[in-house]
C-alpha cells in the first residue's frame, strides 16, 4: 500500500437516531468526527494486525531491536577434588577457562551463568571465590542466576548472604535472589530463582511469582528473555527420569503467557540441547558445561529472529572423555538398558537444537544451520579470501 501523503485524513460521518424527549419527532443529529493519523502510525497498525494478529500496541516494542549477543553457560559446577562421575568435576576449572576464553573471541554482548556455577561454595567459599577469580578474566558484563549445588553443604546456606554481595555489584539492590534490568531500551532481562537446595527440583515462590507478574506488567514495549537454572519445560528424556523441572512450572508459564513481549527462556540443570516452544516463547534447555556434551550456547538476535549456536569445549579428548562417561552413567542405562547410547544422542540433540534460527514471527518454526566451526565453512571462507 502507498499512500501519497504523510498525514491521512480520515472524516466520519455518524449518524445518531434519537428517539426521546429530548427529540423533537424523528430529529436526527448529526455528528462529524475528524480523525488524523501519521501514515507511518497507520501502516503499522494495519501490518501488525494483519501479519501478528494482535493490537499493533501490543506488538511494537518488538522492531526495532538493536541487534545484540549473549553467552548463557550453565553447571560449570566449580570445584577441585571431587571425583568424577558423569560430571567432570576434575575438569571444571579447565572447562571454564575454556569457555571465558571462546565468549572473549566472539565479542558478545553479555553472558549470563545459569546456575551449579560450583559445586557447593566449599569450604570459606573457596569454590565460589575461584569462580569469581576466573570471571575477571571475562571481557563483557556477566550475571547469575542460582541452582541446586550453589546452595548445597553441611551447612545451610543463606542465599543472600553467600551471593548477595556480588548481585549488588552488578547494580540489583532488591534484597532477593532474582533480578532484572533493561539491558538495553527496549530489552528486558530477568533472572529467576528456582533453587532448592538437595533436591534436584526447582521452585518458585508465591512472592517471586507475584514479582514476577509486576515486573512483566512494568516493563511493557520490551523484548523480554528469562533465565533460570531448572527448565520451565523439562525436555526429553529427562521427562522420564524423575522430577527435574520446577514443581509450579506451569503456574510459572502462565504468568510469561500474560505477556507478548516474553519471546526466550533459557535454562540448564539438565545436559540436553532441546528447543521447545509454547505460545510466542521459545524454550531453550542449554547443555551442561562439565557433563556431555560439555558446551554452552550464544543467541545473536535482532529484529526478525534469534540465532542460535552451541560452542563445545575446545579439548576434543576431554567431550570424548564426558561422552564415554554419560554411557556408562545410571542415567543412561535407566532410560535404556538394552542401548544407553540412545540416552547420549538424545542429550546432543537434533541439529535444529544445536544450531539454528527461531524466527520471532509468522509460523516460528526453527529451521537447523551450519554449525558455526563447520570445516566446510572455514574452507570456503579460505577460498573465498585467497580468490
Known amino acids: 500500500m502507498w499512500l501519497p501523503q504523510e498525514q491521512v485524513d480520515l472524516d466520519l460521518s455518524v449518524n445518531l437516531s434519537k428517539n426521546g424527549p429530548e427529540s423533537s419527532g424523528n430529529q436526527v443529529v448529526q455528528s462529524t468526527i475528524d480523525l488524523r493519523i501519521s501514515r507511518r502510525e497507520f501502516i503499522s497498525s494495519l501490518v501488525a494486525t494483519a501479519v501478528f494478529g494482535l493490537p499493533q500496541a501490543a506488538r511494537a516494542s518488538l522492531i526495532p531491536v538493536k541487534p545484540f549477543s549473549f553467552a548463557f553457560v550453565s553447571d560449570v559446577h566449580l570445584t577441585t577434588g571431587v571425583a568424577d562421575t558423569h560430571i567432570l568435576f576434575n575438569e571444571s576449572q579447565l572447562f571454564l577457562q575454556d569457555a571465558v576464553k571462546t565468549i572473549n573471541n566472539l565479542n558478545v554482548d553479555f553472558a549470563v551463568f545459569g546456575g551449579?556455577?560450583?559445586?557447593?561454595?566449599?569450604?570459606?567459599?573457596?569454590?565460589?571465590?575461584?569462580?569469581?577469580?576466573?570471571?575477571?578474566?571475562?571481557?563483557?558484563?556477566?550475571?547469575?542466576?542460582?541452582?541446586?549445588?550453589?546452595?548445597?553443604?553441611?551447612?545451610?546456606?543463606?542465599?543472600?548472604?553467600?551471593?548477595?554481595?556480588?548481585?549488588?555489584?552488578?547494580?540489583?539492590?532488591?534484597?532477593?535472589?532474582?533480578?532484572?534490568?533493561?539491558?538495553?531500551?527496549?530489552?528486558?532481562?530477568?533472572?529467576?530463582?528456582?533453587?532448592?537446595?538437595?533436591?534436584?527440583?526447582?521452585?518458585?515462590?508465591?512472592?517471586?511469582?507475584?514479582?514476577?507478574?509486576?515486573?512483566?506488567?512494568?516493563?511493557?514495549?520490551?523484548?523480554?528473555?528469562?533465565?533460570?537454572?531448572?527448565?520451565?519445560?523439562?525436555?526429553?528424556?529427562?521427562?522420564?527420569?524423575?522430577?527435574?523441572?520446577?514443581?509450579?512450572?506451569?503456574?510459572?508459564?502462565?504468568?510469561?503467557?500474560?505477556?507478548?513481549?516474553?519471546?526466550?527462556?533459557?535454562?540448564?540443570?539438565?545436559?540436553?540441547n532441546c528447543v521447545q516452544k509454547e505460545g510466542n516463547i521459545y524454550f531453550v534447555s542449554c547443555p551442561m558445561l562439565t557433563s556431555y556434551p560439555c558446551a554452552f550456547k550464544v543467541f545473536r538476535i535482532n529484529n526478525d529472529e534469534i540465532v542460535m549456536e552451541t560452542h563445545m569445549i575446545t579439548y576434543k579428548a576431554l567431550v570424548k572423555k564426558g561422552e564415554k562417561a554419560l554411557l556408562q552413567s545410571t542415567l543412561a542405562y535407566h532410560y535404556n538398558k538394552s542401548n544407553p547410547q540412545e540416552f547420549v544422542e538424545l542429550c546432543a540433540g537434533k541439529k535444529q537444537d544445536n544450531n539454528a534460527v527461531l524466527p520471532l514471527y509468522g509460523g516460528m518454526t526453527p529451521h537447523a544451520i551450519s554449525p558455526h566451526n563447520d570445516k566446510k565453512n572455514k574452507k570456503e571462507k579460505k577460498s573465498k579470501r585467497s580468490g
Not at 523480554?224 to 520451565?232: A, D, E, K, R, V
Request: charged share 20%; net charge negative; proline share 6%.
Open 116 to 272: 551449579d556455577n560450583v559445586e557447593t561454595p566449599g569450604r570459606d567459599e573457596q569454590n565460589w571465590n575461584l569462580f569469581l577469580d576466573v570471571m575477571q578474566t571475562l571481557n563483557c558484563r556477566w550475571d547469575f542466576v542460582l541452582g541446586e549445588s550453589d546452595l548445597t553443604s553441611p551447612v545451610a546456606s543463606e542465599k543472600m548472604r553467600m551471593f548477595g554481595p556480588d548481585w549488588k555489584g552488578r547494580g540489583f539492590e532488591n534484597g532477593v535472589p532474582y533480578w532484572s534490568y533493561n539491558f538495553a531500551s527496549n530489552v528486558h532481562l530477568i533472572g529467576l530463582d528456582t533453587s532448592k537446595a538437595n533436591s534436584k527440583s526447582g521452585q518458585v515462590s508465591s512472592d517471586q511469582l507475584t514479582w514476577l507478574k509486576n515486573d512483566l506488567e512494568s516493563h511493557p514495549s520490551q523484548f523480554t528473555m528469562i533465565f533460570s537454572h531448572h527448565p520451565l519445560i523439562v525436555p526429553h528424556p529427562y521427562d522420564d527420569l524423575g522430577d527435574y523441572g520446577i514443581v509450579n512450572g506451569a503456574e510459572v508459564r502462565e504468568v510469561l503467557a500474560t505477556s507478548p513481549y516474553v519471546r526466550l527462556a533459557v535454562s540448564g540443570h539438565v545436559p540436553v
